[in-house]
Nanobody, 128 residues
């Protein structure tokens, strides 16, 4: 089992920044990628970014490139999402997810089914 705990969400004004953290515990040796997804009210869950645990190669949804940066600290088993120039449309619950075992197709493009473990989510609200 892998446990994921997100933190860092909150209320921020448009144009501001937030950094989300996701700490993994348990059978972390089995993780090969960790990603961020988000879900706004009334909308489907949306891929934001993911990062290969070995080598730290990041992948982003096209609409997230430029403002969001994903990074990881292997020693702390933690993945981060730095969000800059936030907009009201970035308001959502942000979820951390871990892909483990043998790499599944679609993990780098954010296929939710490729991720076996999910955190509880952290709310990000951007006011205009």
């Amino acid at each position: 089992q892998v446990q994921l705990v997100e933190s860092g969400g909150g209320l921020v004004q448009a144009g501001g920044s937030l950094r989300l953290s996701c700490a993994a515990s348990g059978r972390t040796f089995s993780i090969y990628a960790m990603g961020w997804f988000r879900q706004a009210p009334g909308k489907e869950r949306e891929f934001v970014a993911t990062i290969r645990w070995s080598g730290g190669i990041p992948y982003y949804a096209d609409s997230m490139k430029g403002r969001f940066t994903i990074s990881r600290d292997n020693a702390k088993n933690t993945v981060y999402l730095q969000m800059n120039s936030l907009k009201p449309e970035d308001t959502a619950v942000y979820y951390c997810a871990a892909a483990y075992g043998i790499p599944n197709a679609g993990w780098s493009t954010g296929r939710p089914g490729a991720y076996g473990y999910w955190g509880q989510g952290t709310q990000v609200t951007v006011s205009s």
